[in-house]
């Protein structure tokens, strides 16, 4: 492992940006568990499938780290994405497994299917503007999920307030940004208008209207007799069975897991100033894939051609049919995993994984980048290839979802979400590189943000 500096370990061989590639380089030559000290903390690097799998998959280890400046602060903790392993956490998953399950989903698959025409429409009337219509339309299909509220523009209430308060979150929890998380015991100073204390104090406020203000719009229907089905609406319905030591907390148990569902895994990009959710990086990804790789999108043209007709809409009821658009996918989500180092856990008690000494308090982050790109796992990783995925034994992404305990609740939403509204997209539009004034194709010039999740940055095309 790198040997680091006194008290202050490994932390300045840290890079600003793209931690996975250099975890990858230290990989490369310390094997695949790399250990790191920063600051007195110990930090796991994992960069390998099985001992993934191995560690993460085991209650042991699925703890959260502390956020001082996100999760105490700003008062994010109670989220599904910062509670640590208890009763609570326990609660979550018991709750949401049932309205989140493969059965469970399909209730929601006649809203995402009309969300996804309204996409098309919405591209066809304005091609050049793909990223905003992308990036609405998925956060308008989760909104619609989570409470059954559809908003009618980006500048929606209920959206702005949600993407204001998921990007002090995940500003928050980027290293660096602020000193409380580097000197914990500042959070004791009293109010004295410090940079932190402001900023917790303004994140409070928006992340209270995002957790309650939904939630209680989504009451008031139901005392009028008019909620749609939602996934709130679910868990109320579901008469929610609360351990004795949360019983009277229903509405924050409820309120809370559907702001964190719709939440996600939102990200911040430093310098664009907006938040980017896995499925909306998944998605224009898939647009960048389709970009670089015409023959793939010709392929799956021609299959849901066959399968679908130019006559209506692909739906649902064909996904079994379109097995090359469902590898198309999941090669989308390994080629650019949206989250290169997962969401790290946090060990619970000492431990040992083949003699290797994994203390109490250990961070373990997943680096899923090197994963996804393993040679000994996909041939040819850097190539978009989805025949990998057709009757063969290459492994299935889902470690992008997470693992063990900790793996998303919103899993089958997602993979819904991404299926129905990739294979409209191939059915309705063709996709190309820009061209110049000659008529001649421009190679795109490819940047990615610099958050936890990647998302591409904006570059040409034509034809969308």
């Not at 909104?143 to 928050?172: F, K, Q, W």
């Not at 929890?173 to 900023?199: A, E, H, N, T």
């Not at 994140?203 to 008031?220: I, N």
């Amino acid at each position: 492992y790198p040997t680091g500096l006194p008290i202050l370990g490994n932390l300045f061989e840290f890079p600003s940006s793209q931690w996975w590639l250099k975890f990858s380089q230290w990989a490369d030559r310390y094997g695949a568990l790399v250990h790191l000290r920063v600051l007195g903390r110990h930090i796991l690097v994992v960069n390998d499938h099985v001992i993934a799998q191995d560690l993460l998959d085991s209650s042991i280890h699925a703890d959260r780290p502390r956020f001082t400046m996100a999760g105490e602060l700003m008062g994010f903790d109670p989220s599904i994405a910062f509670i640590g392993y208890g009763e609570r956490w326990r609660t979550y998953r018991r709750i949401g497994h049932p309205v989140m399950s493969k059965h469970a989903v399909t209730k929601y698959f006649t809203m995402q299917e009309e969300e996804a025409i309204r996409l098309l429409r919405a591209l066809f009337t304005s091609p050049e503007r793909y990223r905003r219509e992308v990036r609405f339309s998925v956060g308008r299909t989760i909104m619609h999920a989570m409470y059954g509220i559809e908003c009618e523009s980006p500048e929606d209430t209920y959206i702005v307030v949600a993407e204001a308060t998921l990007e002090n979150i995940t500003h928050a929890v980027v290293p660096g940004s602020f000193m409380v998380d580097v000197i914990p015991y500042m959070k004791y100073l009293p109010y004295m208008g410090l940079r932190f204390q402001k900023k917790a104090m303004e994140a409070q406020r928006q992340m209270k209207l995002m957790v309650d203000r939904p939630y209680r719009q989504v009451l008031r229907e139901r005392t009028a007799g008019a909620a749609k089905h939602s996934f709130v609406s679910a868990l109320l319905d579901s008469e929610i069975k609360l351990p004795d030591s949360a019983v009277g907390e229903e509405d924050d148990v409820v309120s809370w897991a559907a702001a964190t569902m719709y939440g996600g895994t939102y990200t911040r990009h430093m310098s664009e100033g907006k938040t980017h959710q896995t499925t909306q990086a998944t998605l224009l990804n898939f647009i960048l894939a389709m970009t670089l790789n015409r023959h793939v999108l010709r392929k799956a043209q021609e299959e849901v051609d066959t399968v679908v007709g130019r006559h209506r809409a692909p739906s649902f009821l064909d996904k079994d049919s379109l097995p090359y658009i469902n590898a198309l996918i999941k090669e989308v989500i390994r080629w650019r995993v949206p989250l290169p180092l997962g969401v790290p856990h946090r060990c619970r008690q000492d431990t040992q994984y083949n003699g290797f000494l994994i203390r109490e308090g250990t961070i373990i982050i997943p680096n899923l980048w090197t994963i996804s790109h393993d040679k000994n796992l996909y041939d040819s990783p850097n190539a978009f290839l989805p025949e990998r995925f057709i009757g063969k034994d290459s492994l299935d992404p889902d470690y992008a979802f997470g693992f063990g305990p900790r793996t998303c609740i919103g899993k089958n939403f997602a993979e819904s979400q991404l299926f129905i509204f990739s294979a409209c997209i191939i059915w309705a539009f063709d996709i190309s590189k820009d061209v110049n004034e000659f008529g001649d194709e421009i190679d795109p010039q490819i940047g990615y943000t610099t958050g936890f999740v990647r998302c591409v940055i904006n570059f040409p095309r034509n034809g969308v």
